[in-house]
């Protein structure tokens, strides 16, 4: 059996699931970003069906929809760091030093 992220077989690559499942959304991630680039202004116009509301399904933008995919994970990543440190875990300076791990 081979791993999804790097393609070797699970015994030569000599290392475990947990790191290969932290290189799937970059993966996914270099894709996205590689189709947005590559789209037109046009195709970022065209409109796509998307929940705006409960129950409710409206025609947005896909650059509509892009910006909701990144304010989204910001939302969850600050959720993240609030479950972080009510767990007594640090928060790590990912985007930007944060409290817990200053640059300086």
């Keep these: 059996m081979r791993h999804a992220a790097c393609g070797m077989r699970r015994a030569a690559c000599g290392m475990g699931s947990s790191f290969h499942s932290c ?8 894709g996205l970003r590689q189709l947005v680039s590559s789209a037109s202004d046009e195709d970022l116009s ?4 998307f929940f705006t509301a409960p129950r ?9 929809f892009l910006n909701f ?4 994970q910001i939302h969850h990543r600050g959720q993240f760091s609030v479950y972080l440190r009510m767990a007594d875990g640090k928060v790590p300076s990912i985007y930007g030093p944060t409290a817990d791990e200053p640059w300086i």
């Design 69 to 72: 995919l990144v304010v989204d």
């Design 56 to 64: 409710t399904m409206s025609e947005i933008s896909r650059i509509d």
């Design 46 to 49: 065209k409109k796509v069906h």
């Design 23 to 30: 290189l799937m959304p970059q993966k996914a991630h270099q």
